[in-house]
């Protein structure tokens, strides 16, 4: 069954501070990573996606994959107010093909 | 660049009651996907199309929902009849498609409540 996996929260991290958020898949053959930002009340959008050869950094945002334990993680440095919203991670590839397989997202507040 | 629309944005129905939701992507994009998000959970997949070719349907409730892309632009999606458990958002987005990866956009959504 394919699955992604990740922690509901609240995670709670002072502003400034460094946001860790993790994703755990169950597809050894997922070749594709996605995170998307899910304010309250709105659509999900696209923070960034990583292929299965190599980590990604754009501005404060990092997407770091570790093949052997399939999970991939989302940094997030010097988090602001705005940064608080819930985090969802999709995975592409494998048996899943072409679809989107979606986690239930994690809540991450920042306290000023 | 205009976004996804969607309309309506709320719709409150009684069970067993119809309802239709519309999306127009964004102009160009060859793939439009629906999904249903209950709060507190992630998108479901509900259908994919390509242009106006159903992709995938594997996770859509056939003796009730329906979509169609008449013409590989806009597209409806129908629930009839509803039930208490279809209360949730639903979620347009259209990507470019072909090869590599493509970003999906998302449209505002509807939010639908069944009593």
């Known amino acids: 069954q394919k699955e992604v996996e990740q922690n509901s929260g609240p995670l709670s991290v002072p502003e400034g501070a460094i946001a860790s958020l993790n994703c755990t898949y169950s597809d050894r053959g997922s070749q594709s990573f996605f995170w998307y930002r899910q304010y309250s009340g709105k659509s999900p959008e696209l923070i960034m996606f990583?292929?299965s050869n190599g980590d990604k950094e754009d501005g404060r945002f990092t997407a770091q994959l570790n093949k052997a334990s399939q999970y991939v993680s989302l940094l997030i440095r010097d988090s602001q107010p705005s940064d608080s919203a819930t985090y969802l991670c999709?995975?592409?590839?494998?048996?899943?093909?072409?679809?989107?397989?979606w986690g239930a997202g994690t809540k991450l507040i920042i306290k000023p | 660049e205009a976004g996804v629309a969607q309309s309506p944005r709320y719709k409150i129905i009684e069970k067993r009651q119809s309802v239709a939701f519309w999306c127009n992507p964004i102009s160009g994009h060859a793939t439009l996907y629906w999904y249903q998000q209950i709060l507190g959970q992630g998108p479901k997949l509900l259908i994919q199309f390509q242009n106006n070719g159903v992709v995938d349907d594997s996770q859509l409730p056939k003796d009730r929902f329906s979509a169609e892309r008449l013409k590989g632009v806009d597209s409806t999606l129908k629930i009839q009849p509803a039930k208490l458990e279809d209360s949730a958002v639903y979620l347009c987005a259209s990507s470019l498609g072909g090869a590599g990866e493509n970003e999906q956009f998302f449209g505002p959504g509807t939010r639908l409540t069944v009593l």
């Open positions: 999709a995975v592409k590839g494998g048996f899943s093909n072409y679809q989107l397989i």
């Open positions: 990583i292929y």
